[in-house]
């Protein structure tokens, strides 16, 4: 008797083996059949890096003080039994760090980061991938990535020049003194780290033209932050805009009351965006006569160079 119980314990034990392991195939073919991947690790990477950074467990991301980085989520998924990147849907906020580092844009499956600390210090943001079509097992759905302030590559420091000879002391000033201007009016901060550093040595060759080129890549940064403005937050908006880019003096009513351009200006604020209106305010002949960018012309032998934030410092001084 005790035998022929045994035996049935044992067959029921395999019964409820037999049934666990039907259901799970059960749901992966489920997964698979409505299109969902397994996903087994998630990692980061940098725009113009080469490097990626795991998530979990975690591989913080060297960045430095005033330094702007654009941080892609990619997950790996099994796909026919392979591994393939795949990037992921999330949304992200600053879990850690809140002051050292602000998200200044975002899109499906990145964060453009300002880190704004000076020196050493550990900042953090949260993710949660927010699609269904993943299967994520092990806590990898939602999490946090790890940026390392003051790991970051510095340029060394030096001279005023760069290995063709020495730089015009006066257009670099010229140049300096721009830059400032375009992220004090645009962006409403100093500029600091590499982005500006490439910023004003592309300010420096191209003149006018690298002035219009960073005008627009800085609204296009903080684009986000002005969707659908309420006509007197655009009011002030642009206001800051006329005072810092055109010189102009007066308060927000004075433009508004006397000057038709204005008026048309806001409503296109509102309906167009903050990259469009820059753009507008840039080209018009009163900001080049404002900032006197006339005779502001390229250096000999140099070429416009859309990809001037991601390649490497020219110049061996460094301003920010």
Same mark, same amino acid.
């Given at each position: 008797? =005790?035998?022929?119980?045994?035996?049935?314990?044992?067959?029921?034990?395999?019964?409820?083996?037999?049934?666990?392991?039907?259901?799970?195939?059960?749901? =992966?073919?489920?997964?698979?059949?409505?299109?969902?991947? @397994?996903?087994?690790?998630?990692?980061?990477?940098?725009?113009?890096?080469?490097?990626?950074?795991?998530?979990?467990?975690?591989?913080?991301?060297?960045?430095?003080?005033?330094?702007?980085?654009?941080? #892609?989520?990619?997950?790996?998924?099994?796909?026919?039994?392979?591994?393939?990147? =795949?990037?992921?849907?999330?949304?992200?906020?600053?879990?850690?760090?809140?002051?050292?580092?602000?998200?200044?844009?975002?899109?499906?499956?990145?964060?453009?980061?300002?880190?704004?600390?000076?020196?050493?210090?550990?900042?953090?943001?949260?993710?949660?991938?927010?699609?269904?079509?993943?299967?994520?097992?092990?806590?990898?759905?939602?999490?946090?990535?790890?940026? /390392?302030?003051?790991?970051?590559?510095?340029?060394?420091?030096? *001279?005023?020049?760069?290995?063709?000879?020495?730089?015009?002391?006066?257009?670099?000033?010229?140049?300096?003194?721009?830059?400032?201007?375009?992220?004090?009016?645009?962006?409403?901060?100093?500029?600091?780290? @590499?982005?500006?550093?490439?910023?004003? /040595? #592309?300010?420096?060759?191209?003149?006018?033209?690298?002035?219009?080129?960073?005008?627009?890549?800085?609204?296009? @940064?903080? /684009?986000?932050?002005?969707?659908?403005?309420?006509?007197?937050?655009?009011?002030?908006?642009?206001?800051?805009?006329?005072?810092?880019?055109? =010189?102009?003096?007066? *308060?927000?009513?004075?433009?508004?009351?006397?000057?038709?351009?204005?008026?048309?200006?806001?409503?296109?604020?509102?309906?167009?965006?903050?990259?469009?209106?820059?753009?507008?305010?840039?080209?018009?002949?009163?900001?080049? $006569?404002?900032?006197?960018?006339?005779?502001?012309?390229?250096?000999?032998?140099?070429?416009?160079?859309?990809?001037?934030? $991601?390649?490497?410092?020219?110049?061996?001084?460094?301003?920010?």
């Amino acid at each position: 008797m =005790r035998n022929i119980k045994n035996l049935n314990i044992f067959a029921a034990a395999l019964l409820v083996a037999l049934a666990a392991s039907t259901a799970d195939a059960a749901q =992966r073919q489920t997964r698979a059949n409505q299109g969902t991947l @397994d996903v087994i690790a998630l990692q980061t990477y940098v725009e113009g890096r080469n490097e990626t950074y795991g998530v979990k467990p975690a591989q913080p991301i060297p960045v430095n003080a005033g330094e702007r980085v654009r941080i #892609h989520l990619v997950g790996t998924a099994i796909i026919n039994g392979n591994g393939v990147e =795949r990037r992921m849907p999330a949304r992200f906020s600053v879990v850690a760090g809140k002051g050292q580092i602000d998200i200044v844009q975002s899109g499906p499956d990145w964060a453009l980061v300002q880190v704004n600390s000076r020196g050493n210090g550990i900042a953090q943001l949260g993710y949660e991938v927010n699609s269904n079509e993943y299967e994520m097992k092990g806590g990898l759905r939602e999490g946090r990535i790890t940026l /390392e302030i003051g790991g970051g590559q510095e340029s060394a420091p030096g *001279s005023l020049g760069n290995g063709n000879g020495s730089v015009d002391r006066t257009r670099w000033d010229r140049s300096r003194e721009l830059t400032e201007q375009l992220y004090r009016s645009i962006l409403g901060t100093s500029p600091q780290g @590499d982005a500006a550093q490439r910023d004003l /040595e #592309h300010i420096y060759e191209m003149g006018a033209i690298g002035v219009r080129d960073v005008a627009l890549a800085l609204a296009n @940064d903080v /684009e986000s932050r002005y969707d659908r403005l309420p006509q007197n937050d655009a009011v002030d908006v642009l206001g800051n805009l006329y005072r810092g880019l055109l =010189r102009r003096d007066g *308060s927000d009513d004075r433009f508004w009351d006397q000057d038709p351009g204005f008026r048309a200006n806001v409503d296109t604020l509102r309906r167009q965006g903050y990259e469009r209106i820059v753009q507008i305010i840039v080209d018009a002949p009163e900001f080049r $006569s404002a900032n006197d960018l006339n005779a502001f012309g390229s250096l000999a032998g140099l070429n416009n160079e859309t990809s001037w934030r $991601s390649r490497s410092s020219r110049y061996a001084i460094r301003q920010y």
